[in-house]
């Protein structure tokens, strides 16, 4: 990922990334930054111990003030005890402003956090800054699209983080409504309409 980064999104040499498990770093270190980012999926899920309060709250203790926690999701549903919602309300149980974007095109949901009430006067700032055209561009529709989360009541917690059965949940979604399309092809023309 950190090499795609620097070779596709001209991140900086200068720019340390560390890539190692997020939560045994966050643990073993005392630094602070100003920005840190969640992109922990593996296939279909989350590691549980990255998906909890305990593991969001250890991030924002490592924010800077007037830091942001960014998370990719990448199992949108449109159920409200989803995956992502029940990270979303978790995170939301940290952190007092919280919005999201849906990808275009792909199943990813982009997650801000932050305590801070100008964040996003921040990101107008530094984005209209940013010195590459196509990432300026891209990162003014981000910040169009972004909207406030409603937070629930799915926290998830060490002790209770089922994301393995919420992932599962996605899929199953997934499958039912791929089922509507070739149910109908059937009944429409048959077998022949299937192998089509």
């Known amino acids: 990922i950190t090499d795609l980064a ?5 991140l900086p040499q200068e720019i340390k990334v560390t890539t190692y498990d997020g939560r045994a770093f966050l643990a073993a270190c005392d630094k602070k930054y100003d920005v840190i980012m969640v992109d922990a999926y ?3 899920t ?17 924010l800077n003030e007037g830091g942001v926690m960014v998370v990719n999701m990448n199992m949108r549903s449109e159920s409200s005890d ?23 095109h792909s199943t990813n949901r982009e997650l801000f956090a932050s305590d801070s009430d100008s964040f996003l006067d921040r990101l107008s700032a530094n984005t209209d800054a940013l010195p ?3 990432l300026r561009n891209m990162m003014r529709i981000v910040k169009t699209g972004l ?3 409603k937070a629930g009541d799915h926290i998830l917690t060490d002790d209770k983080a089922p994301v393995e059965l919420l992932g599962m949940k996605v899929i199953d979604d997934i499958i039912q409504d791929e ?4 149910k109908q092809a059937f009944k429409e023309k048959g077998i022949k309409g299937l192998l089509e």
């Open 6 to 10: 620097r070779e596709y999104f001209e």
């Open 42 to 44: 593996q296939d279909i």
């Open 46 to 62: 989350i590691p549980f111990q990255m998906s909890s309060v305990e593991f969001f709250t250890l991030v924002k203790e490592h």
């Open 82 to 104: 989803g995956i992502n919602n029940c990270l979303a309300d978790t995170i939301s149980s940290v952190f007092g402003n919280v919005v999201t974007i849906d990808v275009a």
């Open 132 to 134: 590459q055209e196509d």
């Open 147 to 149: 909207e406030p989360y």
């Open 179 to 182: 089922l509507v399309y070739y």
